[in-house]
């Protein structure tokens, strides 16, 4: 039988937040039997030759502490996972996407948070261009969901928010998947944006639509989790998605969000880039991102 995972990308600038992303990479590595790479990135930016000389010396040896740290962290944890740590010059997102391109890698687990001036490596924006272009999924770490101890992470309560589109569906086969893998619960999620049709004449028409619309993309997300054996429930609410999604958070014991980059446009299809760029930007949950691009998941 195939593993879920089978490789897992953590970036890290040696900051809190990438420390955050950092745990999160190594415990769902450990649970899902993933091999670890480690990636710091040395920015490289227009100036003086004799000043590079001088100062990618310095950025360079505070990188390569920073691979090392979550390289021991890791072994740390768990003495069994294999760990590969590298450290680049170039432009932090573009060589992030093309070293996990390039090695097949399966899901990247970074912060949103980093360093910023002269010790850049590792930024919110650099999180975004990533989850942007990455043709993979991106587990989006934000620094208020770091536990004490890798040991405190919970994979339990997934929420699975659902517009039916086909960017959507994808991220519902990783949700479902991982709670497979993990044995955790899903939560899925319906948001009727009343605001798109708010000068319409025919809103209670509209309203039911999408009423509709949700129960069955709720229906249809109920119905695979029961086929795969995992426990689930479903949820439809009156709101903009990203203050949706959030509430719903907030008020529940959500452990992670899964959700795609990408769906449809058009009343009621709501789930934009925007929204899960927002999503990620405000939730204290991480955030596992699943562009449209990316492959199904492996049965585990």
């Given at each position: 039988m195939s593993?879920l ?10 900051s809190d ?10 415990a ?21 030759e ?11 040896e ?55 001036g ?105 119905d695979r ?24 958070v ?5 452990d ?14 709501w789930?934009l ?28």
């Amino acid at each position: 039988m195939s593993k879920l995972i089978d490789s897992i990308l953590i970036p890290t600038d040696g900051s809190d937040g990438a420390i955050a992303g950092a745990k999160y990479g190594i415990a769902l590595a450990s649970r899902t039997k993933a091999d670890v790479s480690v990636i710091s990135v040395v920015e490289v930016t227009p100036g003086p030759e004799d000043s590079e000389e001088l100062v990618f010396p310095r950025l360079e040896e505070r990188a390569d502490q920073a691979v090392e740290t979550v390289a021991d962290m890791a072994h740390s944890y768990d003495d069994e996972l294999q760990v590969t740590t590298t450290v680049k010059r170039g432009t932090p997102f573009q060589t992030i996407r093309e070293y996990a391109h390039r090695r097949e890698i399966d899901v990247i687990a970074m912060g949103t948070k980093g360093r910023t001036g002269l010790e850049r490596v590792l930024l919110g924006s650099v999180t975004e261009n990533v989850l942007r272009t990455a043709r993979m999924p991106v587990l989006a770490v934000p620094p208020d969901a770091a536990r004490p101890t890798i040991e405190e992470i919970p994979f339990e309560q997934f929420l699975l928010p659902t517009d039916g589109s086909d960017g959507a569906e994808i991220a519902a086969e990783w949700g479902i998947a991982l709670a497979v893998t993990l044995t955790a619960t899903i939560h899925s999620l319906f948001s009727v944006d009343t605001s798109l049709f708010s000068r319409a004449r025919n809103q209670e028409e509209m309203f039911d639509m999408l009423e509709r619309r949700g129960e069955e993309a709720i229906d249809t997300v109920r119905d695979r989790a029961t086929d795969a054996g995992v426990s689930s429930s479903g949820t439809i609410a009156t709101g903009s998605p990203s203050n949706v999604i959030l509430t719903y958070v907030s008020d529940s014991d959500v452990d992670m969000i899964v959700m795609g980059t990408h769906g449809q446009t058009g009343v009621g299809q709501w789930f934009l880039g925007s929204v899960t760029e927002n999503v990620v930007r405000q939730a204290d949950v991480p955030v596992f991102c699943v562009p449209i691009s990316a492959e199904s998941p492996r049965s585990s």
